[in-house]
C-alpha cells in the first residue's frame, strides 16, 4: 500500500530520529568512559577491595592484626603504617601493596587508606598524654633469659604447649612473624579474639617496655635459623625503627640508659647481655 506523501516524509523523520538517540551520542559530548581502578580514591572501596580479607570488614575480626584498634593506632606511626602497607613485611604473609613494589595501589592510594585507617577508627583522645611504649625497638634490645621467665609467669597459661590459645612458640609461628610482627602483639594484644594487651599482661599489671622487649628476646631464640632470618632482623632497618615512636618512653637502649651501660660493660668481659638471641 503507497502511504500519502506527507506521511511518508513523517515516518521517514521519526526513524532517523529513533536511530540517533539510540546509537549516538549529542554532537560534541565525549563518550563517558568509566573511572580506572587507579583513581579510586574512597577509603571504604581501597579498604574493602584490598584490606578487608586480612583485617575484617570493619577493621577487626579478621585473621589478620585488627586495624580498628584505637590503641594500636596510638603507637604506630603514620609514617610507619604507609611503609608496611607500600613494602608488605618480608619474611611474612604481608605482601607490598605499592605500584612501585609490584603492587595494585597508586601512593595517592596508599596515603588514602592511611588517612582513612586514621580518621575513622582512631581515638586520640583517649591516649592524650599517656606514656606509651615506642612502637619498634633494636632487635637487640631484650634480654632474652628474663624474657622467658616473664613467659612462663605471664604468657604459659594461655600459649605454653596444649593450651586452648596454642603455643606462639612453634617454629611455623616464628618463622612466619617478624620480630616487630611479635613486639605489636605483645603491646596490642588481640582484642577483637580476647587477648589483653600490654597494660594487664604482667599478671594483671602493665609490662614495662623493658619487659616487652624482653619477651620479644625471648622469641627470637626459639625461631628456628632459616631463610626468612635476615629479613626479621633486618625489619626495623628499612625506615621502621626506633626513631618512629609516638610513644613518651625511650626504648631503654639509648646512651646512658641501664641496657646500654650493661652492655658496655659485657664488652670488657666478652660476655652478652642476650643470653644467645641470635
Given at each position: ?16 530520529l529513533a536511530v540517533s538517540t539510540v546509537a549516538c551520542d549529542p554532537p560534541g559530548k565525549p563518550k563517558q568512559e568509566p573511572p580506572s581502578s587507579q583513581d579510586i580514591t574512597d577509603f571504604r572501596t581501597l ?232
Amino acid at each position: 500500500m503507497k502511504l500519502p506523501r506527507g506521511q511518508c516524509s513523517l515516518l521517514f523523520v521519526t526513524c532517523v530520529l529513533a536511530v540517533s538517540t539510540v546509537a549516538c551520542d549529542p554532537p560534541g559530548k565525549p563518550k563517558q568512559e568509566p573511572p580506572s581502578s587507579q583513581d579510586i580514591t574512597d577509603f571504604r572501596t581501597l579498604y574493602g577491595e584490598n584490606c578487608a580479607g586480612c583485617h575484617g570488614v570493619d577493621g577487626k575480626n579478621g585473621p589478620a592484626r585488627p586495624l580498628n584498634d584505637a590503641l594500636y593506632l596510638a603507637v604506630i606511626p603514620q609514617a610507619a603504617m604507609q611503609q608496611v602497607i607500600e613494602n608488605g613485611r618480608p619474611g611474612t604473609a604481608m605482601p607490598a601493596w605499592a605500584l612501585s613494589q609490584g603492587g595494585p595501589l597508586t601512593p595517592k592510594q596508599v596515603t588514602a587508606l592511611v588517612n582513612g585507617i586514621e580518621s575513622n577508627w582512631s581515638k586520640p583522645a583517649e591516649f592524650q598524654g599517656a606514656s606509651l611504649p615506642p612502637y619498634s625497638a633494636a632487635d637487640d634490645a631484650g634480654d632474652a633469659g628474663h624474657g622467658k621467665q616473664l613467659f612462663t609467669k605471664d604468657c604459659y597459661m594461655c600459649h605454653g604447649p596444649g593450651a586452648a590459645v596454642g603455643p606462639v612458640t612453634d617454629p611455623a609461628v616464628l618463622e612466619t612473624s617478624s620480630n616487630q610482627v611479635l613486639r605489636t602483639a605483645i603491646i596490642e594484644g588481640r582484642p577483637d579474639l580476647g587477648m589483653p594487651d600490654y597494660r594487664s599482661l604482667n599478671m594483671g599489671h602493665a609490662l614495662s617496655n623493658q619487659d616487652i622487649s624482653d619477651l620479644v628476646a625471648h622469641l627470637i631464640s626459639l625461631r628456628p635459623a632459616g631463610p626468612n632470618e635476615s629479613a626479621h632482623v633486618n625489619e626495623n632497618q628499612t625506615g621502621q625503627g626506633g626513631s618512629m615512636t609516638k610513644g613518651n618512653e625511650g626504648s631503654g637502649n639509648g646512651p646512658g640508659s641501664p641496657r646500654q651501660q650493661q652492655k658496655e660493660g659485657n664488652k670488657s668481659t666478652g660476655s652478652s647481655s642476650q643470653g644467645g638471641v641470635k
